[in-house]
């Protein structure tokens, strides 16, 4: 709504003008408005944004304005916006089809008990599949994928070498991703921030298990909140006498190629919040629960707690058990 506008004017809380702006739109589509350098505001801060829509007229929104970048002409900031109610009962009521930008956000950008419903509809997207309302977050699988094709590359240096591998994969609260991969991999043991760690039981006894199974090569996948890759690695040496190589997989999980599954489920959640914004929907999830996809209203969604499942951890100790011949 705003690419057709060219300025724009800043107001304090108080309806005092703070200045006026120009407005551009970046490379994404994304709002940018250019400061003067004499104004100075507060990074993150709610602000009152006037402008004229050439169909709506003069409309009044809340903003936040992001950390300024200082440029020749002035100072650029992002633009985000939380659009009052009025422009959805406007549209409705002059019939005029209004392109609203729909904003892909979840806790951050929400408040509970805030009257104004604005136009965003939330889908959940992270690669720790750990949001409480949604059983799948997009880019999961996409993460599992690329740690799981960085530890095969590793293993085959392990296995030539005859050596213990300690990987560390992304999650800081939780261990979705490390037990995925470690199943996935046929890890030697994981580590979850779920299960509190028996460094004897979890470690020390399937390392050694593993050894006289005539394993010569052991991968331990630890999840970024279980513990210290280093210090599980100094332990590993001291207690069972082999020389383990640490890797940290790091932020390289949070990038490359999506895979399928995430592609078609990012494309349906997308489609789903098309269509809760073309039914006057605003302040809602799409998220997936029991395999389907479903809207639910925000203030619910936030409320909702993520339990981790250990059945599936008893299923990686009953294949640990089995490939060292204990089963």
């Known amino acids: 709504m705003l690419e057709k506008c060219k300025k724009a004017e800043i107001l304090e809380k108080t309806g005092a003008l703070l200045c006026q702006a120009r407005v551009s739109v970046g490379h994404s589509g994304e709002i940018l408005l250019v400061i003067p350098r004499s104004a100075t505001y507060k990074a993150n801060s709610t602000y009152r944004l006037v402008f004229y829509d050439p169909v709506l007229g003069r409309v009044t929104c809340r903003c936040r304005l992001s950390a300024p970048l200082p440029l020749p002409g002035g100072t650029l900031c992002s633009l985000r916006c939380e659009v009052m109610e009025q422009l959805a009962q406007e549209q409705r009521r002059q019939d005029v089809k209004i392109p609203l930008k729909m904003t892909v956000m979840l806790h951050a950008a929400y408040q509970p008990g805030d009257p104004m419903r604005s136009p965003e509809i939330g889908i959940p997207a992270t690669i720790d599949n750990d949001i409480g309302c949604s059983h799948y977050t997009i880019g999961f699988d996409t993460a599992c994928n690329t740690a799981i094709e960085c530890i095969d590359k590793l293993r085959d240096t392990m296995q030539s070498h005859e050596r213990c591998s300690v990987v560390e994969v992304m999650g800081r609260h939780a261990g979705y991703l490390a037990l995925s991969v470690g199943i996935s991999v046929g890890a030697t043991a994981v580590l979850i921030p779920e299960r509190e760690l028996n460094f004897e039981q979890d470690i020390v006894d399937k390392i050694r298990r593993a050894r006289l199974a005539g394993t010569t090569h052991y991968m331990v996948v630890v999840a970024e909140g279980a513990g210290s890759t280093t210090e599980i690695s100094q332990r590993i040496h001291e207690e069972v006498g082999i020389d383990p190589r640490v890797t940290v997989l790091g932020h390289i999980q949070r990038g490359g190629s999506p895979s399928a599954k995430d592609r078609e489920t990012a494309s349906c959640m997308g489609y789903n919040a098309v269509q809760a914004i073309a039914e006057h929907r605003g302040n809602c999830v799409v998220a997936t629960q029991d395999g ?17 499942h250990m059945e599936r951890y008893q299923i990686l100790e009953s294949l640990i058990n089995n490939n060292c011949g204990l089963v």
């Open 292 to 308: 389907r996809l479903t809207v639910m209203e925000m203030e619910e969604a936030l409320k909702m707690k993520k339990t981790f």
